[in-house]
């Protein structure tokens, strides 16, 4: 009853949308992201490399999405008989 069609979209997505967009500021991931023996909080450094490889290879993937949409436009450009 809660996954899936079952629930409202907002409800499936909050997940994803929190791991994206909130779970790694400092001030929330202090909150979870812990030692599971010491209970220490994740280091300062160790986050910050982890948001900056949040970036890696963004010039990449945005160009391999626009050859793709071009592509598409490309297609649905074409008669019906071709």
């Not at 929190?18 to 400092?26: L, N, R, S, Y």
């Not at 948001?51 to 993937?61: A, L």
């Not at 793709?68 to 008989?81: E, N, R, V």
């Amino acid at each position: 009853s809660l996954s899936g069609t079952s629930v409202s979209r907002d409800f499936v997505e909050f997940p994803s949308t929190f791991e994206e967009d909130w779970a790694i500021h400092p001030e929330v991931i202090a909150n979870y992201a812990k030692h599971y023996k010491t209970g220490e909080p994740i280091p300062a450094n160790l986050l910050k490399n982890i948001i900056q490889s949040r970036s890696f290879n963004q010039g990449f993937d945005t160009l391999e999405y626009v050859a793709a949409a071009l592509l598409d436009m490309q297609w649905h450009s074409l008669p019906a008989d071709a």
